[in-house]
């Protein structure tokens, strides 16, 4: 199966809003990062405790997707941010975003620019909610995937072609 890697750079998010502004805590920040929110692809980031609505993280995250699965509007990328609480943690918003967009936008670039960069605007449901959150991505080139066999079985695989 012809495979890419897409390699993802969570570096900050800015002007995110204060949700305990009525406690007049500081805000701890981290983000879970995953293919269309199943739990088997994701990644989450360390809180940020210092940069309270402006969180750095410069979290890298790396999947093997289908070559086609890059070029999906059906398969997105989606970044949820969330604040520590004693109890329970608080959803700030989030990002969802078609591979096939950032494809697109990848694609674009010249050769040797290697990484796209990009500043999405930080969403609750449809609304927009308040914040931006920043990242740079790539995909790097097609690979043929392997699956190995189960341990204790012999790989038998073709000799060079």
């Not at 305990?20 to 920040?29: E, Y």
């Not at 059906?74 to 990002?95: D, P, W």
């Not at 080139?141 to 012999?154: N, S």
Request: proline fraction near 4%; charge should be positive.
């Amino acid at each position: 199966m012809e495979c890419r890697e897409l390699e993802i750079t969570l570096i900050s998010a800015q002007n995110l809003e204060n949700v305990r502004n009525f406690f007049k805590k500081r805000v701890r920040v981290y983000a879970k990062i995953s293919l269309g929110g199943n739990l088997r692809t994701q990644n989450t980031t360390p809180v940020d405790k210092e940069g309270q609505t402006n969180p750095v993280w410069n979290f890298t995250a790396v999947y093997t997707v289908g070559k086609n699965a890059a070029k999906s509007h059906e398969i997105k990328l989606l970044i949820q941010f969330f604040c520590v609480r004693t109890s329970q943690e608080t959803n700030i918003g989030e990002l969802n975003v078609s591979l096939a967009e950032l494809f697109d936008r990848f694609s674009a670039l010249s050769k040797g620019e290697g990484a796209a960069k990009v500043n999405n605007p930080v969403k609750r449901g449809d609304d927009d909610s308040q914040g931006e959150v920043s990242l740079s991505y790539k995909f790097r080139d097609v690979f043929d995937f392997v699956q190995l066999p189960p341990i204790g079985e012999k790989y038998v695989g073709r000799g060079p072609s």
